[in-house]
């Protein structure tokens, strides 16, 4: 499956965010989004997702234009930045919902062993955000498309969670954005820059340098 974003263009009242837009992912890799804070990333996987409406936006799966929200199509998932489980849902129910196996999680993850009737808002934020993300990654959805996953985890939990997004690629096509550009880097096999609006294909990571995304030498 290839995934296509062209001609966006958004404004909040008179400011021009997003114009200029285009990316490509594909099942098989992980598309990952830099950019400075507030640069219009994850507005980018708003507008994608349907959650957010721009002024224009053309998006295409397979080439062919996808005329409705993708969350419609039941075709993508979307991890954004804040909590989307309930509060008063237990971790179990929500796992039941989005049809995961909590046998496979605890397998990887045995500390959380003892959380299955749990609240969500008894949670730790990074336990929150640890099941949170390993939900969307592992749901049923082609697409998935994920806002700031490493948010508050640990070391070993990040590790984890790129292990498993360089598995899921496999079968999905992924769309990344984190403020933690070491990881994003690392795992991902396209990465676009998102500068003054626009986006720009990186062939070659000095190339962040030079856009003044990172200071010289940052990468070494």
Known sequence: ???????????????????????????????GILGSNGCGK???LKILFGDLISKYKLIRIDS??????????????????????PNRMKVKTAFKLFNV????????FDAFSPLQNINFNKLSGGERRLLETYIILKSNHKIVLLDEPFSHLSPLYIDHIKALISKEKLKKTIVITDHMYRH??????TIYLLKNGSTKLINNLKELED???LSIGALD
């Open 42 to 44: 994850s507005c980018l």
């Open 211 to 213: 856009y003044k995304y």
């Open 1 to 31: 499956m290839i995934l296509e974003i062209d001609n966006v263009e958004l404004y909040f009242k008179e400011k021009r965010i997003l114009n200029g837009i285009y990316l490509k992912a594909e099942t098989g890799k992980v598309t």
């Open 64 to 85: 062919k234009p996808v005329l409705k929200p993708l969350y419609q199509t039941k075709l993508a998932a979307y991890l954004p930045q804040h909590n989307f489980t």
């Open 101 to 108: 196996s909590w046998e496979e999680f605890i397998t990887i």
């Open 184 to 189: 994003i880097v690392e795992i991902s096999d």
